[in-house]
């Protein structure tokens, strides 16, 4: 009996013409994967509630403007499509732009052999010249990114090294909320937060300071969370000699 | 008979709070006005705050809600004071309070001054500051009609719709639908700036011309004949002068290939290049984004530098990276700022396309 009440409750939906049912209060990104239907995001982790920022998991559901998947909730008869032309376009053009402010000198990739950026960039095909090579202390800000798809490149953000456990690259920061999430819902020790508004937008710990100076305990979450080299741990061989020396590189252009 | 736009979607969203049955329900009046070229309802604020009031009473009466708030932007201060000082007069004759005219119905109206930009005026951003946080839109569904302030049922109209409200419910609807002229109904407020003798706030028939309006404005200054114009504010399109014979309503703007938007016409004289104009637009929504977004955070920036490089060297835009930020503009971003962001450069290379090097060798769009 109860088992019938719940069912009725069951929202239905096709997802690329195959019906699915989910429990209300499901998002579409959740009811594709009950379908083993992935796709592509970046500013989500099941862990966390989905803030629908980065776009990457837009879908059509048959209105004029595309949704994001991860936010948006699942709604009786919906019809989506998860993959079209011009789906295809959009996601290739966001990771474009997301591509044309990322340092190519890619610090995540050699240490944990993961960056979510950089493999969508494959998958989609992006047109962005990738130099895998290693290391983080790399090249001075001004000359990291290359243009990706003839979207002019930007750079000039800072590295802060203060943190003996965790680099932050902030150019190759994408804002998508993860390692806020991370430090405040999931460990509750609220440090990092956003500032700033617009293209100056970034990621800032307690009130806008060096991330060693910081309340930051050092739990790893942040780093764990993110999907791109914008914060990495540091290996053995890179802390600096003197930890207190290196600081952070180009704070003021920020 | 000819329905209003403004009427059906005053009656629509109106029945749908209504409808809701979330407790407690709110009306905020949308006072943050941003627009660059858009002042009409400062105009309608300092002068007719009695309509304003009355407008947030009766909208609290109609979906049930006792708590009004005016979201007012923080440059209005004599928009406020005349706003305060209705209210209190509003009090004093027991319009407001703890039963209302011996009712049952109790209202309380307050004021909150904006903590920040032009993005505030986006409802859902707004909502957000008022709760406290920062000021980025939210995704949409739901609506603020159904979860808005608090995650409750929230009225939101601007100033001049609940303005117009006393009014229409005073005279009835059929003195409102032949306000109009030549078969459009309604009064509409609009901001003339630009190029012309006499800007101001002026309330015209819907129906009117812009050519007309031009006129009432005390015609193109300096005795230029007209360029361009575009009637609805800075995220509407550009129109050249020979659309000036555009009856001014919703649906004729549009059949032009722009829009109402703000209500703001700004008048731009012959003599004067575009692409310096189109440039500043896009400079401002790339300077007032809320950087939520990916399209919209980094699309409007590296468009802004395209365009001030094209400007500063002469050399051709890259016209189809152009294209492919509008669309993704368009098309992904969370809010209206994002969707129009590029709007105004793309009419200007749509009507002038010798004005934006780079464009003129293929079809702008
Ligand atoms: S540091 Fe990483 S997790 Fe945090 S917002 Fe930037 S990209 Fe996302
Ligand atoms: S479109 Fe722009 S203003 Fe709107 S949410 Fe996105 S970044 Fe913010
Ligand atoms: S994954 Fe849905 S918007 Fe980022």
């Given amino acids: 009996m109860a088992r019938q009440g719940r069912d009725e409750q069951m929202i239905g939906l096709t997802i690329d013409g195959r019906p699915v049912r989910v429990l209300p209060g499901a998002t579409i990104w959740e009811a594709a994967r009950t379908l083993g239907i992935d796709l592509p995001v970046l500013c989500h982790d099941p862990r966390l509630e989905p803030v629908g920022v980065c776009r990457l998991c837009l879908v059509e559901v048959g209105e004029p403007k595309l949704t994001a998947a991860c936010v948006r909730g699942a709604e009786e008869g919906m019809e989506v499509r998860t993959s079209s032309e011009r789906l295809e376009v959009c996601r290739r053009g966001l990771v474009e732009l997301l591509l044309s402010d990322y340092p190519v000198d890619v610090s995540r990739l050699p240490k944990t052999g993961s960056d979510a950026l950089v493999e969508l960039a494959g998958e989609l095909g992006a047109d962005w010249p990738a130099r895998r090579r290693s290391g983080e202390t790399g090249e001075a800000p001004g000359s990291r990114t290359e243009p990706a798809g003839g979207i002019p490149a930007g750079d000039g953000r800072a590295l802060d090294h203060t943190s003996k456990v965790i680099f932050v690259d902030h150019q190759a920061c994408i804002l998508c909320d993860r390692c806020i999430r991370g430090c405040d819902d999931l460990q509750v020790n609220e440090v990092i937060g956003r500032t700033g508004k617009g293209y100056r937008t970034r990621i800032a710990f307690d009130l806008d300071v060096p991330m060693g100076e910081s309340t930051c305990v050092s739990c790893g979450e942040c780093e764990k969370v993110c999907p791109t080299g914008a914060l990495s741990l540091r290996g053995w061989e890179t802390l600096p000699e003197d930890a207190a020396a290196p600081g952070v590189e180009g704070w003021e252009v920020l | ?365």
């Fill in chain 2, 1 to 365: 008979m000819v329905r209003s736009r403004v009427g059906s979607a005053i009656h629509m969203k109106w029945k749908l709070v209504r409808g809701e049955e979330a407790r407690p329900k709110y009306v905020v009046c949308n006072a943050d006005e941003s627009e660059p070229g858009t002042f009409k309802d400062r105009v309608i604020m300092e002068e007719l705050p009695h309509l304003v009031v009355e407008g947030i009473a009766l909208g609290a009466f109609v979906v049930g809600a006792e708590k009004g708030i005016i979201y007012i932007r923080h440059e209005y201060g004599r928009a406020k004071a005349a706003l305060e000082a209705e209210l209190d007069r509003a009090r004093l004759a027991g319009l407001l309070g703890s039963g209302v005219l011996g009712s049952d119905f109790n209202l309380e109206i307050e004021i909150f001054v904006s903590p920040g930009g032009y993005i505030l005026g986006e409802e859902t951003a707004l909502l957000e500051a008022l709760e406290d946080r920062r000021g980025e839109p939210r995704n949409k569904p739901p609506f603020p009609g159904q979860v808005g302030l608090r995650g409750r049922p929230t009225l939101m109209n601007n100033v001049e719709t609940l303005a117009l409200v006393p009014g229409i419910l005073r005279h009835g609807v059929s003195w409102w639908e032949s306000a109009g002229r030549d078969g459009h109904s309604g009064l509409k407020f609009i901001s003339v700036s630009g190029h012309v003798e006499r800007p101001g706030v002026y309330e015209i028939p819907t129906g009117t011309t812009v050519a007309e309006l031009i006129e009432l404005a005390g015609g193109v200054s300096g005795d230029r004949a007209l360029k361009a114009f575009a009637p609805g504010g800075a995220s509407s399109n550009f129109l050249p002068a020979e659309h000036a014979d555009v009856p001014i309503d919703f649906a004729t703007i549009e059949e032009r290939g722009s829009m109402m938007g703000s209500g703001a016409l700004v008048v731009v004289a012959e003599g004067t290049p575009l692409l310096p104009l189109a440039a500043n637009i896009v400079r401002f929504f790339r300077n007032e984004s809320c950087g939520k977004c990916v399209p919209c955070r980094l699309g409007t920036q590296k468009a802004t530098e395209m365009i001030e490089a094209t400007i500063e060297s002469g050399a051709p835009l890259d016209w189809s990276v152009i294209r492919k930020l509008n669309l993704l503009l368009g098309e992904t971003s969370i809010c209206g700022l994002g969707y129009v962001a590029l709007n105004p450069l793309i009419s200007v290379a749509e009507h002038w396309p010798g004005e934006v090097p780079g464009c003129s060798a293929e079809a702008p769009e």
